[in-house]
Nanobody, 120 residues
Framework: QVQLVESGGGLVQAGGSLRLSCAFAGRTFIIYHMAWFRQAPGKEREFVAAISWSGGTTSYADSAKGRFTISRDNAKNTIYLQMNSLKPEDTAVYYC?????????????WGKGTLVTVSS
């Protein structure tokens, strides 16, 4: 069984930065592609960014392009989401996801989330 533990959320002013981390445990990290999703109050969970097992391929939601960067450290079994130029509309619970395919419509494992609040 895979365990995913997010950290790094908090309160930040608009224009600020945060770096989220997600620690992976339980199985072989490098066979999993990884992603970040978020869910704002009253809204559905949405895709933010994904990274392939090797780190060689990344993808981003339009809302994240140019501001967020996803990365992974396979030696530490950890992925990151560097978020810059944060906006109040980025306020959400951010979830880490792991999957053995790049089909994020049916995720294998979810973390419990970390709250990011961006004040105006």
């Amino acid at each position: 069984q895979v365990q995913l533990v997010e950290s790094g959320g908090g309160l930040v002013q608009a224009g600020g930065s945060l770096r989220l981390s997600c620690a992976f445990a339980g199985r072989t990290f490098i066979i999993y592609h990884m992603a970040w999703f978020r869910q704002a109050p009253g809204k559905e969970r949405e895709f933010v960014a994904a990274i392939s097992w090797s780190g060689g391929t990344t993808s981003y939601a339009d809302s994240a392009k140019g501001r967020f960067t996803i990365s992974r450290d396979n030696a530490k079994n950890t992925i990151y989401l560097q978020m810059n130029s944060l906006k109040p509309e980025d306020t959400a619970v951010y979830y880490c996801a792991a999957d053995q395919t790049l089909d994020w419509h049916d995720v294998d494992y979810w973390g419990k989330g970390t709250l990011v609040t961006v004040s105006s």
